[in-house]
């Protein structure tokens, strides 16, 4: 008889585990209390930037690229697209910041990237304001995953394995029965784990511009010191640019998902300063999601330390889309004893910054 797992939360990382388990030969059930790829989790956002630049941190840069090689197999097996090839420029603002520190990991990771000059920097946008700009990392097998849409392939994908999804909240009081239980429960995982999870739930607001047709299919990009994000017009979304600033802590349940007017001021003067020829550009869409932030942006993972058959997963920290796929092969080796969680993913408290996805941790 085969092992049997449960894994709670349908989001990226719950629906690409429980597939991995699934092709494992577990038997799994799937537990989703809204929808997999709800617009309530963090992976149910239209999109999300793929990059392999992580600074210092070569552990991430491995897993980023082997997760694209991941998406796209899916896609090429699945016949649906999830990803936009779009490559992502990293805006430097200053000599020796995240862009350059990144370099010799993407080396040593075999990842193709170029330092560019502010002027050729430019050639990659309809419009790019120079003034402020240091340099220009590009990296052109970077791009973007149609998120929510990529989220429900994974699930879909799980249930063509066996997966059996449910409609349920499950919460530990419930002592689930399963061989092993995956917890992926995304910013719900620290009210469920209080004593076991040091990780803070806050918004973030995003922002579509309606730029002209020299917007469509331009890149992403990453202004790292400044806290901004965004991609050109993929799929008629608009030019997505994102304040990534800190705010109060919110509960992903009462959340009410309309924007603040300050941060899409905050988005607007970005966009007017950075890429002048959209200063005048409409608002065409806007959505507001929540980052499960770990004190430090490593993800959270590990044995619950009285429950050794349950795993927790959380802290994705506003960058844990990309890596699912790749993700999921670690967690299932750790489920299978095949290997050990990394220590920088130890549950319990976290001290320290390792800056992951912006200056604004
Ligand atoms: C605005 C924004 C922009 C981002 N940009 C990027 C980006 O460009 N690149 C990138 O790589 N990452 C990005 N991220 C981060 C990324 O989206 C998240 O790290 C990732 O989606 C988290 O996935 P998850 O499956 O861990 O959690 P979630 O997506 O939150 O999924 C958790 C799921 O578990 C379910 N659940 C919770 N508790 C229970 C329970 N008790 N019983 C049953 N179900 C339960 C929830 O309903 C939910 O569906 C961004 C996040 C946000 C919010």
Redesign the pocket.
């Known amino acids: 008889m085969s092992e049997t797992a449960l894994v709670?939360?349908?989001?990226?990382?719950?629906s690409a585990v429980a597939r991995e388990l699934a092709r494992r030969g577990f038997d799994v059930t799937l537990?989703?209390?809204?929808s997999?790829g709800?617009v309530?989790?963090?992976?149910?956002?239209d999109t999300?930037?793929?990059r392999a630049a992580h600074g210092d941190e070569e552990w991430y840069t491995r897993l980023a690229w082997r997760a694209r090689s991941l998406w796209l197999e899916l896609q090429a097996e699945a016949g649906t697209q999830i990803w936009e090839p779009t490559g992502l420029a990293w805006f430097a603002v200053r000599a020796g910041g995240f862009e350059e520190r990144s370099i010799p990991q993407l080396a040593q990771a075999g990842v193709p990237y170029e330092w560019r000059s502010p002027a050729t920097g430019a050639a990659l946008f309809p419009s790019l304001g120079l003034e402020d700009l240091h340099g220009v990392l590009w990296e052109p097998e970077a791009g973007v995953l149609h998120?929510r849409r990529a989220t429900q392939l994974l699930a879909a994908d799980a249930e063509r394995l066996g997966v059996r999804t449910i409609a349920?909240?499950?919460?530990p009081g419930d002592e689930p029965e399963a061989d092993v239980v995956v917890w992926?429960?995304?910013?719900?995982l620290p009210a469920?784990f209080p004593a076991e999870i040091d990780v803070r739930v806050e918004r973030?607001d995003?922002f579509f511009l309606g730029g002209d047709a020299t917007w469509r299919d331009t890149p992403g990009w990453v202004e790292y010191d400044s806290g901004f994000?965004g991609h050109g017009d993929v799929a008629g979304l608009g030019v997505k640019v994102?304040p990534d600033f800190p705010s109060s802590e919110v509960d992903p349940d009462t959340l009410d998902r309309f924007p603040l007017r300050e941060r899409e001021d905050a988005a607007r003067a970005y966009a007017t300063r950075r890429f002048p020829t959209l200063a005048a550009a409409p608002v065409i869409g806007a959505?507001v999601?929540?980052?499960?932030l770990s004190a430090d942006t490593h993800f959270v993972f590990g044995r619950h330390p009285e429950r050794v058959s349950w795993w927790l997963?959380?802290g994705?920290?506003?960058?844990?889309?990309?890596?699912a796929p790749a993700l999921a092969e670690y967690i299932a080796d750790c489920v299978e004893e095949r290997r050990e969680p990394e220590p920088f993913h130890a549950l319990g408290e976290r001290t320290g910054i390792a800056g992951l996805r912006s200056a604004y941790y």
Not at 8 to 14: I, L, S
Not at 168 to 171: E, F, I, S, W, Y
Request: charged share 15%; net charge positive; glycine share 20%.
């Open positions: 709670v939360g349908a989001g990226v990382t719950g537990a989703e209390q809204y997999p709800t309530r989790s963090a992976s149910g956002g999300r930037l793929l998120a349920a909240r499950v919460l992926a429960c995304g910013a719900w469920l973030r995003v994000y994102a959505r999601c929540q980052y499960d997963f959380g994705g920290s506003g960058h844990g889309f990309k890596h």
